[in-house]
């Protein structure tokens, strides 16, 4: 009997180029479906996008995501200073308290543009159990992003709470900050937005798999089908390849 191919592509993807105020535009769009759909709540989250090698289009702190306009955004530096001129609406406000984490992200992956930090419930609650999110349940997940890692716990807003993520960042798009909440990249806000909802969705179903006794992983030659084709399509980052095996042997 022949294997059937997997007919899902990759197409590869230019760059993004996009007008500052087209940028705040989207980020205000995300900003507003996260808040939404429940992913951040009070002031929690954030979303940045680069604007070029040393400028980066930020979130205020402690604004409601749900609340937020276009202007209240903060153009700021490495160094989280703002740069350049301020607005009227956001001249009185601080980026963040989060960018350190966006940054490091942003040193890490160069091919990334956006960055979104969110709080999700199920995810977060995982990670308070020890659980890890297992894409050994699902095929799309191993297809789309891989693996969903859960980072060590580190204090929020604190340049240990960036260091947490240095070396998970280098090979996935999604990954859970334990006990705090998720971390998503992608080539724009709604790129990494839509991260945020699959890693969530994610959640929500290891969760209710576990209430219900357990499930059965997908079988080991599955898994090595759905990781020669991340290979093939050459989106396996570097190491990505074994923590996906890591989590498919994991006790279902």
């Not at 990759?10 to 205000?28: F, G, H, L, T």
């Not at 769009?29 to 996260?34: L, Q, S, Y």
């Not at 609406?89 to 956006?114: F, G, V």
């Amino acid at each position: 009997m022949t294997t059937a191919p997997i007919r899902y592509k990759v197409e590869k993807k230019a760059p993004i180029v996009r007008s500052e105020d087209e940028w705040r535009a989207e980020i205000i769009e995300v900003c507003h479906k996260m808040w939404q759909r429940g992913l951040v709540g009070s002031a929690d989250g954030n979303v940045s996008v680069r604007l070029g090698d040393d400028r980066f289009l930020c979130t205020p702190s402690g604004f409601s995501k749900g609340k937020l306009e276009a202007d209240q955004l903060i153009v700021i530096d490495w160094n989280v200073e703002p740069v350049g001129p301020r607005t009227e609406a956001n001249k009185n406000l601080r980026p963040s308290s989060e960018m350190l984490l966006h940054l490091e992200a942003y040193k890490q992956r160069p091919d990334i543009t956006a960055v979104v930090h969110a709080h999700p419930t199920y995810a977060v609650a995982l990670s308070i159990v020890n659980m890890e999110i297992a894409p050994c349940y699902l095929p799309d997940v191993v297809l789309g992003l891989g693996v969903i890692p859960t980072s060590d716990y580190a204090t929020p807003s604190s340049a240990e709470g960036a260091a947490v993520i240095t070396e998970l960042i280098k090979r996935c798009d999604a990954l859970v900050l334990r006990r705090h909440g998720s971390v998503t990249v992608g080539r724009s806000p709604l790129e990494a937005y839509l991260r945020l909802e699959k890693l969530e969705q994610v959640a929500q179903i290891t969760k209710i798999v576990h209430e219900l006794g357990g499930g059965q992983k997908l079988p080991p030659e599955e898994m090595e089908k759905l990781i020669a084709w991340r290979v093939g399509q050459g989106i396996m980052y570097e190491g990505q390849e074994d923590d996906v095996r890591r989590v498919g042997e994991m006790t279902g």
